[in-house]
């Protein structure tokens, strides 16, 4: 649903907070129009920036295995999820040491060579700026 990508975008730019799309997210009215892989993906992005917030290294860590479970369940729905792929991008290219398995080569191609199946051009502007960090 447009409504909740334009949040993204928002929450993404920080013109927005976090807490926003989760209130969203939680309206099952809203939140059932979108795809299971988009939702997912959207999940996982809210319990990133939550991680990333949080002070307890006991919730950080809490919200950093939500993430991982969201972000897989949306590629394992539909591996080709745009959304998905540029949130684990995101997500990835601003980790500090940590160990991982990284994804940044194989998203940045995927979102290289999908980036004019969008047809949403606030969501191709995001892609692009994070391409070009």
Known sequence: ??????????????????SDLIKVLTDK???NMIS???????QAFCCALLAKE??????????IQE??????KSLYINYDCIVARLIRLMVETQLQDVNFTSHIDDDSHFLSE???????????????KILSR
Not at 67 to 72: H, K, S, T, V
Not at 114 to 128: A, F, V, W
């Open 1 to 18: 649903m447009n409504t909740i990508k334009t949040l993204f975008i928002d929450v993404a730019y920080e013109e927005k907070s976090v």
């Open 114 to 128: 999908n980036i004019n199946t969008s047809s949403d051009e606030e969501l191709i502007k995001l892609i692009i």
């Open 36 to 42: 299971e892989d988009e939702k997912n993906a959207y």
């Open 67 to 72: 993430y991982n479970i969201f972000i897989q």
């Open 29 to 31: 009215n809203i939140a």
């Open 54 to 63: 949080a002070k307890n290294i006991m919730q950080k860590g809490q919200y």
